[in-house]
């Protein structure tokens, strides 16, 4: 069985996104295990009796953190309830310490598929995806991760776009996507960004289509030298559901999440990011 990581804090947007999981988890015949992580505070070390006051405070901090671990609980299973996935297995995790650390290791030790996390538009995507830690849950595992926008409603996936450069390490990622769609029975639409310091000879344009002939595949070059207003008018314009990227060299993911990109992003996608490894 496969099984879907959840990071929460129990906010409203992390329970919009758990919606999400639970959506994957019935598809993927999945179990969710849910995950919220506190961290113990750095206490000043003035204070005379420091052993006692510090064994004090951090037993009042774990025991707060549980009762509100412990009461969160049924708010997750009242969620699957009423969108009647109240037969998906759901285990919960409470651990204290680094957020990606705890959540690196559950992916190896629980050998975690899907990682799906919530995600704020005020932050925006380069935060989420670039920043310290889930970048560094991206880098450091092999497991799918799946931002959700606060704002964002689930709805079934028929279509998802995929960007790419027409790379080799591409393919291995949009081999990785084929089976994600067939579960939704959903179509793939690539897309390629021409732009006039960016172009793709059209023999390895034709291989692709070749190696995939057989897949519910349509390739499409856009000729723009305005990358981001092209990703988000063809998301618009062809009722995409799903947003999904490689992520291998640093300098690709970079390139690809520039600042004018991220903002656009940011500020006008309502649809979640699919994140694939390409190996």
């Known amino acids: 069985m496969k099984k879907i990581l959840f990071p929460t804090d129990f906010s409203e947007k992390a329970n919009n996104a758990f919606v999400y999981a639970l959506k994957w988890a019935e598809k993927f015949d999945a179990e969710i295990i849910t995950l919220h992580v506190y961290e113990l505070p750095i ?14 405070v951090y037993q009042s901090l774990e025991l707060n953190s549980f009762q509100n671990f412990k009461d969160q609980i049924p708010v997750l299973r009242e969620i699957a309830s009423r969108h009647k996935l109240e037969h998906i297995q759901i285990s919960n ?15 190896e ?3 975690i598929h ?8 005020v932050s925006g ?18 497991a799918c991760i799946i931002g959700i926008p ?8 028929h279509k998802i776009c995929y960007t790419t450069q027409f790379s080799d390490e ?4 949009l081999r990785k996507l084929i089976p994600i769609a067939k579960k939704f029975n959903a179509a793939i639409e690539c897309i390629f960004v021409q732009t006039s310091d960016n172009e793709v000879k059209e023999v390895v344009v034709a291989n692709w289509k070749l190696l995939f002939e057989n897949e519910d595949i349509k390739f499409n070059t856009i000729k723009s030298d305005n990358v981001e207003d092209s990703i988000l008018d063809f998301i618009a314009a062809n009722n995409v559901d799903l947003l999904a990227v490689a992520k291998h060299k640093r300098g690709f993911w970079d390139s690809l999440f520039h600042a004018s990109l991220t903002k656009k992003l940011a500020m006008h ?9 390409d190996h």
Request: glycine share 6%.
């Open 43 to 56: 206490l000043d070390m003035s204070y005379v009796d420091v052993p006692i006051y510090q064994a004090e």
């Open 93 to 107: 995790v409470l651990l204290s310490g680094d957020l990606v650390s705890n959540i690196l290791q559950l992916v």
């Open 109 to 111: 030790s629980e050998h």
């Open 114 to 121: 899907f990682v799906i996390m919530g995600t704020s538009r």
């Open 125 to 142: 995507f380069k935060e989420m995806f670039l920043g310290t830690n889930t970048a560094s849950v991206m880098t450091g595992s092999d």
């Open 150 to 157: 606060d704002d964002s409603t689930f709805r079934p996936i």
């Open 170 to 173: 591409e393919q291995d990622a």
């Open 269 to 277: 996608i309502h649809i979640p990011l699919l994140v694939l490894h």
